[in-house]
């Protein structure tokens, strides 16, 4: 039985290892045939290593090199089965090929298959990693607050400040970090009323104000905290006053200011009890001054503490300060301007000219406000006898402006005449019986009055009265 079964084997041995052999090549044929090898596309990111190695250089990377393509070649059965995300590439910096400049470097990119490894092959070997080479620099930068917008009415803007640290680190290439100029972070306050704070992304700018590309750049902080101080105003006066007393004959004439009122800030429980700022009298000192003088006052150095000025151009004041010298003028008032007391009602008073004159001392730009036509005076002359006196007039002046020099003026008492009574006449010349014994009565009384009058002419005659009026004007 065995011996039938190996002569069954064994006969036609060849032509049974020849069928063999084109089994299987049938089979590879088949098999080919139904999942052949073929070759796709992939494309994936170059991760970077070792980039430290150039730590003192910045480098960018040109061509878009950082995204590479490659084909892959095999079975479609397995490729069918990968995308992408299946292959790695790196880029090892310390690899690095730098160009003679030194401008340009190159790293080979190393791709590989996460899986299914040993049946792919990778056609990506000539792919490199092309990266511009140029000087780092890192530098710090102060940041500055800055406001947009203006606050509510009535509200000004205090104190802009950083909360947090206003330091700021900037690394990049040379050439763009030396284009930096100033760094700045901008809070909006527009129609705030109170305080208001905000985390703000800082600005870099250039020389010419022009903002600066911060792609190539690293920043130590990407914000930072701004916080602005909303202030009340309110508008108050400034009192100026002077130290001391000017030279003799002279006096303080008059104090101009540029500004007689300025507009503070502050919190409004430290400015409302605030009315006037008082500039002290120390600086203004007139002591022995002769002539006038003009200075300029900073108003922030006598601000109360928590208080500053609205507006920072109204710090400086001029004031000019008038010394003048005393003059004395003297002014010719009418006789009708001066007030008669003391006269008793039977005397009359006379003047020797229609005026009295009058010196007055005092500024000049307050004796050129005086007018002789309207000036008043006063004289006195309680108990006086009769005859020819010389009186002091009491000039009505401003006492603390001026002073009465020289007042005095030369005035005659006289006894006020005795008017005469007429007989009246009907026209015709004659008088009836009882007409003619009350003119005997008259006769006899105008003979006791003839003789009075006698008597008051002879006294006139040694008084040397000439007028009867009350108040007479003789050229003396």
């Known amino acids: 039985m065995q011996k039938r079964i190996l002569k069954t084997l064994t006969n036609n041995f060849w032509y049974k ?47 878009n090199s950082h995204n590479v393509s490659f084909t892959v070649s095999g079975k479609r059965s397995i490729l069918d089965k990968i995308d992408d995300s299946d292959f790695t590439a790196t880029a090892d910096f310390n690899e690095m090929i730098v160009s003679e400049g030194g401008a340009r470097g190159s790293v080979k990119i190393n791709i590989m298959a996460k ?18 080479l140029e000087d780092a620099k890192s530098k710090q930068f102060v940041v500055n607050p800055t406001t947009e917008g203006e606050v509510a ?7 802009v400040t950083i909360s947090s640290s206003n330091i700021i680190k900037v690394s990049g290439p040379t050439s763009v970090v030396s284009r930096i100029s100033r760094v700045t972070a901008t809070i909006n306050v527009d129609g705030m009323a109170q305080t208001v704070s905000d985390s703000v992304v800082p600005v870099l700018y250039d020389e010419d104000g022009n903002e600066v590309d911060t792609t190539k750049l690293t920043l130590s902080r990407t914000t930072v905290t701004v916080s602005a101080v909303i202030l009340g105003t309110k508008k108050v006066s400034l009192s100026l006053t002077t130290k001391g007393t000017p030279a003799e004959d002279y006096a303080l004439a008059g104090i101009e200011s540029s500004a007689t009122s300025v507009w503070i800030k502050g919190s409004t429980s430290v400015i409302n009890p605030i009315n006037v700022i008082e500039i002290p009298a120390s600086v203004l000192d007139i002591t022995n001054a002769s002539e006038s003088f003009e200075t300029t006052i900073n108003i922030t150095d006598y601000l109360p503490s928590g208080v500053s000025l609205l507006n920072a151009s109204d710090a400086a004041i001029t004031v000019a300060v008038d010394i003048e010298a005393y003059e004395t003028r003297t002014f010719e008032i009418p006789v009708e301007n001066i007030t008669i007391e003391g006269l008793s009602v039977e005397n009359t008073l006379t003047y020797p000219l229609d005026a009295v004159y009058v010196s007055i001392t005092g500024l000049a730009g307050d004796l050129n406000g005086l007018d002789a036509k309207t000036l008043r005076g006063s004289i006195d002359v309680t108990d006086m006898t009769l005859g020819s006196h010389v009186v002091n007039i009491d000039v009505d002046v401003d006492s603390s402006k001026f002073v009465v020099a020289s007042s005095r003026t030369q005035v005659y008492i006289d006894v006020k005449p005795v008017e005469d009574d007429t007989t009246a006449d009907d026209g ?23 003789g009075q009058n006698d008597a008051d002419t002879s006294a006139d005659e040694e008084t040397g009265t000439a007028e009867s009026t009350s108040i007479r004007r003789t050229g003396w």
């Open 17 to 63: 290892v020849l069928a063999l052999l084109f089994a299987i090549i049938l089979w590879l044929v088949v098999y080919n045939v139904d999942d052949p090898v073929i070759t796709r596309t992939y494309m994936t990111t170059v991760t970077l290593q070792n980039e430290d190695s150039i730590q003192d250089k910045y480098y960018e990377i040109l061509d």
């Open 153 to 159: 009415d009535g509200y000004a803007l205090g104190d």
């Open 428 to 450: 015709t010349g004659t008088t009836d019986d009882s007409e003619n014994g009350a003119d005997d009565t008259t006769d006899g009384t105008d003979s006791s009055d003839a």
């Open 115 to 132: 899986r299914s490894a040993s049946l792919l092959k990778i056609n990506g070997s000539n792919k490199l990693l092309v990266v511009s």
